[in-house]
């Protein structure tokens, strides 16, 4: 069930409703049906991995709290691992692995064919795996306590707002949220009801109006030469950031109708001064995980600066690879570890405040962000280095380096409904997001505009809500995420 559908309208009315009648002693339980409702939704049979997920992480964390052995304890947790691994790499990476270990054996001229699976990537699987590892992993370590009550526990790890993109919920403060009592809050709910809202501009006004034009190029990429590559590339970066971080957003708001708080996921990552200062801002939950269940058990920075050039380097490509199964995502996820370790070198020896904002430094982490997204989005490495290569051919002549990339979306049939005017619609709302996403840095936008004279505050709100309404006419897309 997608979050921009009219399944969706008519599913959260009926839980909000049902979840504020009920006494507050069962609200757990409406969570936790509405929840395996709206996973289940996508595909019946994939609810046995995400319930079995469950089961294994809770009694593994049971067993662990039970027993005084340091042994016992870690064999507990080492199954849950294996195990909750064993799942997702089975779904997720088989096919990928295989054909990587065919195509390295090939390239010897030794005959083996290739054993792939015709299995369906489960919805929210890396999201609800992660969150199960990271509470049995807190769980062995002490730092907080296992869960007594499954059907509690369930609800943690399968509650719809961010169950299938996040954000990655830590134990310590969703589950308490889970198991305590609620109060509906209208300054929170309403809150929440411009959090979804504004989530929406973000993927129906911006994201989905300009996948057609980035689908189009970047599944023909060596169709196109010039300015249809800058222009896909430029409006896939504010895509990906608007799909993702509007999922986030509607799941914020959402929950916050509920009167569950979920951490702000993204923070206005594209005015970041520093690669290091981008992931601080970028999908927040998945860089902190990364950071406390990779990065410092790796050993962090405390061994010295080449181990900790080496440490930044395996969770980056862990990352990547995180992300999907193709060798773009773990290119894409190194080509940002190896600038981390870059940006830390020139820092030291020019010796260059890192702390310090400046609108260069800010463009340049920009683009270097924007460049490195043609590796996430490109269906081939052979497809990445192409459009790499040809992104500014014909630049020396601005006036045809435009004209012969309009005539190739013309030839493409790219300047038909939804047409330029469409495009030159996306760039507006691209623009309201910006100033937003900057003014948002010192002060809260909508706290701000709830505190304008009426008139004023409800002609914004309308406007909003009108284009959303349009932008939706033009198409219904999955979110990006989904996919991982």
């Known amino acids: ?266 923070k206005s990552p594209y005015f970041s001064a520093s690669i290091r200062e981008f992931w601080s801002r970028w999908h927040i939950s998945l860089s902190t995980w990364f950071r406390d269940y990779v990065y410092i058990p790796l050993g962090g920075n405390r061994r010295g600066p080449w181990r900790t050039r080496w440490n930044l380097l395996v969770t980056f490509l862990v990352s990547g690879l995180w992300h999907g199964a193709d060798w773009t995502y773990v290119l894409w996820g190194g080509i940002h570890g190896l600038g981390q370790i870059l940006e830390r070198e020139w820092n030291r020896m020019f010796r260059i405040d890192p702390n310090k904002k400046t609108w260069l430094k800010m463009g340049c982490t920009f683009l270097f962000v924007s460049v490195t997204w043609i590796f996430f989005r490109a269906n081939t490495i052979s497809d990445a280095s192409y459009i790499l290569t040809h992104l500014f051919d014909g630049i020396t002549d601005p006036k045809a380096y435009l004209t012969d990339g309009y005539h190739a979306f013309q030839h493409a049939g790219m300047v038909q409904v939804p047409g330029l005017s469409t495009l030159i619609i996306s760039f507006l709302c691209i623009l309201i997001l910006l100033l937003h996403d900057r003014l948002n840095q010192t002060k809260d936008v909508w706290a701000r505009i709830g505190g304008l004279k009426k008139p004023l505050r409800y002609a914004l709100y309308f406007l909003l809500l009108f284009i959303i309404l349009y932008s939706r006419q033009l198409g219904e897309y999955e979110f990006v995420y989904f996919q991982f």
């Open 1 to 266: 069930m997608l979050f921009n559908s009219n399944a969706f309208y008519i599913f959260f009315p009926i839980v909000f409703t049902v979840y504020w009648i009920i006494p507050a002693k069962y609200r757990w339980g409406v969570l936790l049906i509405s929840s395996y409702y709206f996973y289940m939704s996508w595909n019946i049979k994939y609810v046995t991995l995400i319930l079995t997920t469950t089961l294994v992480s809770y009694c593994a964390a049971l067993l662990m709290e039970r027993t005084e052995s340091r042994r016992k304890k870690k064999l507990c947790l080492t199954s849950a691992l294996l195990i909750s691994f064993g799942i997702l790499f089975f779904f997720k990476y088989f096919n990928f692995l295989s054909k990587s270990v065919t195509d390295v054996l090939q390239s010897f001229a030794i005959p083996v064919g290739q054993a792939t699976l015709n299995l369906m990537l489960p919805v929210g699987i890396s999201f609800y795996t992660f969150q199960t590892l990271s509470y049995v992993i807190d769980v062995y370590r002490g730092e907080v306590k296992a869960c007594r009550h499954f059907g509690k526990y369930a609800t943690f790890i399968s509650f719809f707002p961010q169950l299938v993109a996040g954000p990655i919920e830590r134990t310590r403060n969703l589950l308490p949220q889970i198991e305590g009592e609620h109060t509906f809050h209208t300054e929170k709910g309403i809150r929440g009801a411009k959090m979804i809202a504004w989530g929406f501009f973000k993927k129906i006004a911006i994201a989905d109006t300009v996948a057609i034009y980035v689908d189009t190029v970047y599944n023909a990429a060596e169709s196109f030469t010039g300015f249809p590559l800058l222009l896909a590339t430029v409006l896939f970066t504010f895509q990906i950031y608007c799909d993702f971080s509007g999922y986030s957003d509607i799941a914020v708001g959402t929950a916050g109708l509920l009167d569950i708080d979920l951490m702000i996921n993204f």
